[in-house]
């Protein structure tokens, strides 16, 4: 093989930071979370390598799980950004027990009033996803942050709150339809992302009633949204209203179904005769 030919096939190669990297070895590093004295820099790459094992398939047992949760959340008593925003990752991608949910919504309540706008917006769409998955009946406790977020000044903050409603109206969908005036105020933002996640949210909420959703579409026709976002949403909401009044029409205008005509009855069948009134002849 030539010296050329070598260089080439070396720079085919694609290098991997991550090769070789072994589970057991990523938890025993990962005790530094738990270290007095906090190195942010060493902490980022434990925690983008745990990211990494997980994003390849390898799965954290119930005890793992617990002592990278508990060393992460320490960690939040940091002012780290680059590392904050590493830890909203990690947690949203642990998939705490309902137990250690309680803890996150403790933590993560204290950064949704934080003064920080990313932090508020990281901590509402990691906590709704945390609560989406393990505990729903958990919502109530944090309603009132959500419903205030809605319509933030912050557009980020208010788009992460409407998304938030998105994931978790499948799940408690009853606590979600409480905020149609939150949503319908955050429709009218200037903002294009806004905008258009407030539509797919009151979509989301009225879509079982079909009158209030042909509202809803005639009313966003006469004044046109800002967002192209958002308008290519309402011309798919408006479409699929359309094709729901054509298809009932088409109901009501086609002919009953014709009875159907009862078979005429079979003739009774005639008893065959006894045998003995056939005589016997002998030959």
Partial sequence: MSMATREK???DEVYSPFQGLQKSAVLQDSRCFNDR???????IAIITKILWLLAQGDRLTPLETTEVFFGVTKLLQHKDQQMRRLIYLILKELKPSPEEVIIVCATLTKDMN??????????IRVLSSIIAATDPALLPQIERHLKQALVDR?????ASALVSG???M??????VKRWVNEVQTALQSDNNSVQYHALALLHQIKKQ?????????????RTPLKSPLAQCLLIRFAKKVMEEDTGSERDRCSPPPRPRTPAPPHPPLLPSPPLASFPLTCS
């Fill in 37 to 43: 004295e906090i190195n942010p820099r060493r902490c």
């Fill in 114 to 123: 934080s003064k920080v706008d990313l932090n508020r917006a990281n901590a």
């Fill in 209 to 221: 009633d079909r009158l209030a959703v042909s509202k809803v579409v005639a009313s966003l026709t």
């Fill in 9 to 11: 096939k070396d720079e």
């Fill in 170 to 175: 499948p799940v408690n969908g009853e606590v």
């Fill in 166 to 168: 998105v994931r978790l």
């Fill in 154 to 158: 912050n557009s980020f903050v208010a």
